[in-house]
Nanobody, 125 residues
Framework: QVQLVESGGGLVQAGGSLRLSCAAS????????MGWFRQAPGKERESVAA????????YYADSVKGRFTISRDNAKNSVYLQMNSLKPEDTAVYYC??????????????????WGQGTQVTVSS
């Protein structure tokens, strides 16, 4: 059974940094794009960043470009999200997910399955 476990969330002041980690188990994900998404209270889940299986392609939402960096370690079946210069509007539950189709790089939320349980990120002003 596929399992994704996020960690690294917490409370941080505006301007601070956090590094989220997502460990995947159950099968090998090295052939699948992986992504980070977030959902704030009362809002829909949105795509934040994604990385292709071979790490040659990345995607960032306009709201996080230049501040967030996605990376992956296929040997560890893990994906990471380095978040710098955090803003109060970054407050949300952050989820990692694996693309449904191997070797395909798209970034729509519906293209991803096998979601983790989420980790809360709270940025105070």
């Amino acid at each position: 059974q596929v399992q994704l476990v996020e960690s690294g969330g917490g409370l941080v002041q505006a301007g601070g940094s956090l590094r989220l980690s997502c460990a995947a188990s159950g099968r090998t994900f090295s052939s699948y794009a992986m992504g980070w998404f977030r959902q704030a209270p009362g809002k829909e889940r949105e795509s934040v960043a994604a990385i292709s299986a071979s790490r040659d392609k990345t995607y960032y939402a306009d709201s996080v470009k230049g501040r967030f960096t996605i990376s992956r370690d296929n040997a560890k079946n893990s994906v990471y999200l380095q978040m710098n210069s955090l803003k109060p509007e970054d407050t949300a539950v952050y989820y990692c997910a694996v693309h449904r189709v191997s070797l395909i790089f798209t970034t729509r939320k519906d293209d991803f399955g096998s979601w983790g349980q989420g980790t809360q990120v709270t940025v105070s002003s």
